[in-house]
């Protein structure tokens, strides 16, 4: 799995990035109307379970291990569609989905990180974003009647740490997949 993640590194740091851009635009504009937010949401989900998916194939492909990063795929296409397909829904349940999707996926992250130990020495950075990302799914399911704004924020903060965590592994992979690849003297 190490070698197929750190030939797609591009997909992690593009999957960072798409986090980032939704953060900034998050932070920027806090004000607006939940059916924005919804929308952005939507997209972010479904590009970042896409790409997710996309690495899940070509680790099977290679006979590799790929069922979380499809599981975690697949959470990201559902929470986006039913949120493109919903644009009406209520906060508290924007809040909901958004919550199980963190947590979902913050536990495949986990599981992904534990293997992905194995074979990269140091590497707390994947566990360190699952462990957030689970943390913040919790918060949002335990305490959904806060404010919408501070939920923005939070919904930032989130994207762009993530997004940051993503980007970081992403390159510390292009370096292992550089070094494996150089023939040694």
């Given amino acids: ?23 900034v635009i998050a932070f920027i504009l806090p004000g607006v109307t939940l059916a924005a937010l919804v929308l952005l949401f939507g997209v972010y989900a479904l590009v970042d379970g896409v790409l997710a998916i996309v690495a899940g194939v070509r680790a099977a492909e290679r006979h590799e291990r790929w069922m979380p990063m499809l599981l975690e795929g697949i959470a990201g296409l559902l929470a986006g569609v039913l949120t493109l397909v919903w644009p009406a829904i209520t906060a508290v349940v924007l809040l ?9 996926t913050g536990v495949f992250k986990v599981v992904s990180a534990v293997r992905v130990r194995r074979h990269l020495s140091g590497e707390l950075v994947h ?23 501070a939920v923005v924020w939070w919904i930032a903060g989130y994207a762009l ?25």
């Fill in 161 to 185: 740490f993530r997004g940051a965590m993503l980007m970081t592994l992403a390159f510390r992979l292009r370096h292992h997949a550089q070094h494996q690849a150089t023939p040694t003297a």
């Fill in 127 to 149: 566990g360190l974003n699952g462990v957030i990302s689970v943390l913040f799914g919790l918060f949002l399911l335990v305490v959904p009647g806060v404010g919408l704004l």
């Fill in 96 to 104: 909901y989905v958004i919550g199980f999707w963190a947590l979902v």
């Fill in 1 to 23: 799995m190490i070698m197929v993640l750190a030939r797609n590194w591009w997909a992690l740091a593009l999957r960072g990035v798409f986090a980032i851009a939704f953060g």
